[in-house]
C-alpha cells in the first residue's frame, strides 16, 4: 500500500458516513432548469428535427429548381445539424446552441435573399 493509498484511506475514515453531498449554504436555492444529460438529449433532438426539415425542404426545393444554390445552403445547414449532434455528444451543448441557432439562422436569410 503506498502512501497516497494510506492518505486516501484516512481521508475516507475521517469523514462522516452519508452521503456525498456538496457543502452548500442552507439557504441555497436547488438549481432550476434542466439537468445536462437532459439538455444534451433536448439538443441532439432538436437538431434531429432540424435535419429532417432541412432534408425535406432540400428535396422540394430541388424538384421545383435545380440550383447549386440550393444544395449549398441546405447542405450546409445538414451538416450544421450535424455537427451540433456530435458536440452535444460530447457535452458541449452551449455551443451546439448556438451554433444551430446561427446556422438557421444563417440559412433562412441565404434561402429568402440569395435563392430565386
Do not use: F, H, K, N
Not at 442552507?26 to 445536462?36: F, I, N, T, V, Y
Not at 449549398?72 to 444551430?100: D, H, N, Q
Request: aromatic fraction near 2%.
Amino acid at each position: 500500500m503506498s502512501a497516497s493509498d494510506q492518505e486516501r484511506d484516512e481521508r475516507a475514515a475521517a469523514e462522516p458516513d452519508g452521503p456525498d453531498e456538496p457543502d452548500q449554504p442552507d439557504d441555497a436555492e436547488p438549481r432550476s432548469g434542466l439537468a445536462p444529460r437532459q439538455a444534451r438529449r433536448l439538443r441532439i433532438a432538436a437538431a434531429s428535427v432540424l435535419m429532417a426539415a432541412a432534408a425535406a425542404v432540400l428535396a422540394i426545393r430541388l424538384a421545383s429548381r435545380s440550383s447549386v444554390l440550393v444544395v449549398g445552403v441546405y447542405g450546409l445547414l445538414l451538416i450544421l445539424c450535424g455537427i451540433v449532434i456530435e458536440l452535444s455528444r460530447r457535452g458541449r451543448t452551449r455551443l451546439g446552441s448556438w451554433i444551430l441557432g446561427t446556422g438557421l439562422t444563417a440559412a433562412l436569410l441565404a434561402d429568402w435573399r440569395l435563392l430565386p
